[in-house]
């Protein structure tokens, strides 16, 4: 089971990336650590609902949308937390070099953040 610990650690290290000037391998570090941090994220919800609500969720998607019925966020974030798993289904299936620079834009604007905000609600 994927814990808030493990994810704070990703999150951490995805939050130094972000810090760093942008370059292609920067870039492209950023999104890598974003995949796994997504992952340790969205399966630290799922524990969490299940543990504490017992919530059964097997997707991302559905996760996020427990949160919203929980109050965990507001509709405005659940869309945000949305669209976030739709990048990040892109970069796993596909590697195109503007897609990459705008899902490296939104991890830098919105994506950590979001993160960071779902690892305060499940703690």
């Known amino acids: 089971m994927v814990t808030a610990e493990s994810f704070e650690k990703a999150l951490l290290k995805l939050e130094e990336a972000t810090s760093l000037e942008e370059t292609e391998i920067v870039r492209d570090a950023t999104i890598q650590r974003f995949e796994f941090t997504f992952e340790l994220g969205w399966k630290a919800l799922r524990t969490f609902l299940l543990q504490v609500h017992g919530i059964v969720c097997n997707s991302p998607k559905k996760c996020f949308r427990e949160g919203l019925v929980l109050n965990f966020y507001d509709v405005r974030v659940t869309e945000q937390l949305l669209l976030m ?14 897609k990459a620079q705008k899902i490296y834009e939104n991890i830098i604007n919105e994506y950590a953040g979001l993160l960071r905000l779902l690892l305060k609600k499940i703690r």
Not at 85 to 98: L, P
């Open 85 to 98: 798993v739709d990048d990040r289904n892109e970069t796993t299936h596909t590697y195109d070099e503007n």
